[in-house]
């Protein structure tokens, strides 16, 4: 139990430090609010319309591709550090037959989406 109390100081000084901050920027901090400062920030273009506007569906369907392929290299990279390894150990041809069909198939899912034009913005 005593090896934890370091991670236990670290925690409660990080706290201490990050609330005694914030506080300190409360009291210090110049209040001079105006139309200007109080509006939504967007990259420095002024807003056009109301925030509450639906998105299309494309939008929410790329993000998810995104992520998809994303998720993909996280699994890829491990998988071709450690690919030495399994061939080591005699695995060498699974492995590699199993990531083949892994990235087949998201290639496969790649093809549709293009074939659908969901990649597309109009």
């Not at 990259?43 to 998720?71: E, H, N, W």
């Not at 899912?109 to 597309?120: C, D, F, M, P, T």
Request: glycine share 10%; proline share 4%.
């Amino acid at each position: 139990m005593d090896s934890y109390i370091p991670l236990l100081m670290l925690f409660v000084i990080g706290l201490a430090l990050s609330g005694g901050f914030v506080v300190l920027s409360y009291f210090v901090g110049v209040k001079n609010p105006t139309s200007e400062k109080m509006g939504p920030y967007e990259c420095g273009v002024d807003p056009i319309g109301t925030s509450r506007q639906r998105f299309s569906v494309k939008f929410y369907l790329v993000a998810m591709l995104f992520i998809l392929f994303d998720i993909e290299i996280v699994f890829l990279y491990p998988w071709a550090s450690l690919f030495h390894q399994f061939k080591a150990a005699g695995l060498g041809t699974f492995i590699f037959v199993e990531m083949v069909l892994f990235l087949g198939v998201l290639g496969l899912g790649l093809v549709y989406v293009i074939k659908r034009n969901a990649l597309e913005w109009e």
